[in-house]
């Protein structure tokens, strides 16, 4: 990670190894205003910011997956607690507890420019990327099978062994081994992570079955929306609302195969009302 380098990153500087506390330290970039709010109200349902800003951290996001993307690393674990602020509002992706580097992705990113390396076979074993990791809230369905029994929908779900649903299972498979997960489950949790922002709230609701049936009802669970988004109250059967709905149908597709890409997202007219995104996609 500290080769990674983005301006929507947030930068590892150093790793201390302490061996005589048996402890690692990891010194970081410092974030000023550190994680991305997004709600307020006595009862913490109203949101915090405008739909412009929602934006702005959303196209900043997308420029920095884009870039880990292109270097192989799926982060797992994309939510509004891992998004952090600068002392200028620009937004980084941090916490990378979670995320697991695809020597297989970054051969694909790089395509010709990769040619002349070395393919070690011992690299290109993704089988880490077979085990779900990240907030239960914000996986995405194809993740959802086999995950252990857990209480609170912000808890972090450490690797466990993935077993693809019998849906998933259909695609192609060689042998008895699933499919391995693949960028498409950070692209879920951006859409899972926006739905947050915009709404201040769960997009599933005052769910009351415990996070087991919720991962259970989730790959058939059918998204409603509220009347308004955004601290500015956008109506949501406004031309801007109705843009806002067709990037969730895409961002929240069921299937990873279909779902949107971030290379697609860029160019959803959702992200294009106020400016353009604020990086470039910076891939080297």
Known sequence: MKKCDHPNLVKLLEVIDDPKRRTMILVLEYMARGEVKWRT???????I???ARVREIVRDTIAG??????????????????????????????DFGTAVFSYALRLKSAGPAAENEVHDTLLLDDRDLAKAAGSPACLAPELY?????LTSPGTTVRPTIFRASSASSARTVQGDRPPMPTTAIDV????????????????Y?????GIGKLMQDIPTWVFSFPETMGS???R?????????????????????????????????AAYMQSRPIAHAPILF
């Open 41 to 47: 109200g006595q009862d913490g349902s109203q949101p």
């Open 49 to 51: 910011m405008p739909v």
């Open 65 to 94: 997956l884009e870039y880990l993307h292109h270097q192989g690393i799926i982060h797992r674990d994309i939510k509004p607690s891992n998004l952090l602020e600068d002392a200028d509002g620009n937004v980084k992706i941090g």
């Open 145 to 149: 099978d086999d995950l252990p029994p």
């Open 188 to 203: 879920w949790a951006l859409g899972i992570t926006t739905y947050f922002l915009l709404f201040a709230c769960s997009p």
């Open 205 to 209: 609701g005052n769910f009351t079955g």
């Open 232 to 234: 500015d109250s956008v």
């Open 236 to 268: 949501m059967d406004s031309l801007e609302g109705r843009e806002v709905l067709d990037m969730f149908s895409k961002l929240l597709e069921k299937d990873p195969e279909k779902r949107i890409t971030l290379k697609e997202l860029r160019v959803c």
